[in-house]
Structures are given as structure tokens and as C-alpha cells.
């Protein structure tokens, strides 16, 4: 039986197939694109903020506490850098610091 919530693996999924038509074809250059903003549509939907210890933990869909996109299976690009891109928001890089509702554990 999964542990997966029905909600949180249609997010994904939706989330995993718009990040390949994005990225397929060309590859993502973190330093070129610029940085996901809070008050991004998009970003509003999912929740998207900077800093991941402004969110409450109790609001989280998922019991983790340690949640950041350093930490989330949907984040690209290359460990340590502050700004990365992210399978959910293609063309734009967020902070490694910061979190979204869709955040998922590394595998
Ligand atoms: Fe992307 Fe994961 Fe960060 Fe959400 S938590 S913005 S899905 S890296």
C-alpha cells in the first residue's frame, strides 16, 4: 500500500510532466534564469516561500519537519548553490532554502 497521498501523487504527476515538456530539448542553466518570486501566481498557488522556516509545520501537508527545497526530490541543478531549478517551476530558479506544498522526500 502506498503512503503517498492521492492528492500529493496527482500533484507530482501533473508537476513531473510539465517539467520534462520544459526541460526537454534544452538543458537548464540556473545562473540565466531568474529567481521564483512569492508573489508569482504560481508561486501563490503552491505556497512557494523563500525562506522555509517562515512556514508553519503544522500546515504541511506531509508530517517531515526538515522540509526545504535542498531536500525535495523535485529540485535540479547542483548541490549547495543558493538557487536552483525546480520540475515544478521551469524557467525559474528557487531558493534552496526555501519550500512548497508540493515538496516531496528525496527517494
Ligand atoms: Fe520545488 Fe520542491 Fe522547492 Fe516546491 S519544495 S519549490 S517542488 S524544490
Not at 545562473?31 to 503552491?46: G, S, V
Request: with cysteine.
Amino acid at each position: 500500500m502506498s503512503t503517498i497521498p492521492r492528492r500529493k501523487f496527482i500533484q507530482l504527476s501533473a508537476a513531473s510532466a510539465v517539467g520534462c515538456l520544459a526541460l526537454s530539448g534544452r538543458d537548464a542553466h540556473a545562473a540565466d534564469l531568474p529567481r521564483l518570486t512569492e508573489d508569482d501566481p504560481m508561486a501563490q498557488a503552491m505556497r512557494y516561500k523563500n525562506d522555509a522556516s517562515s512556514v508553519d509545520a503544522a500546515s504541511r501537508n506531509s508530517p517531515v519537519t526538515d522540509q526545504n527545497c535542498a531536500n525535495c526530490a523535485l529540485i535540479q541543478g547542483a548541490d549547495g548553490d543558493a538557487w536552483r531549478p525546480c520540475l515544478i517551476f521551469p524557467g525559474k530558479v528557487v531558493a534552496a532554502a526555501g519550500w512548497c506544498s508540493v515538496w516531496a522526500p528525496k527517494a
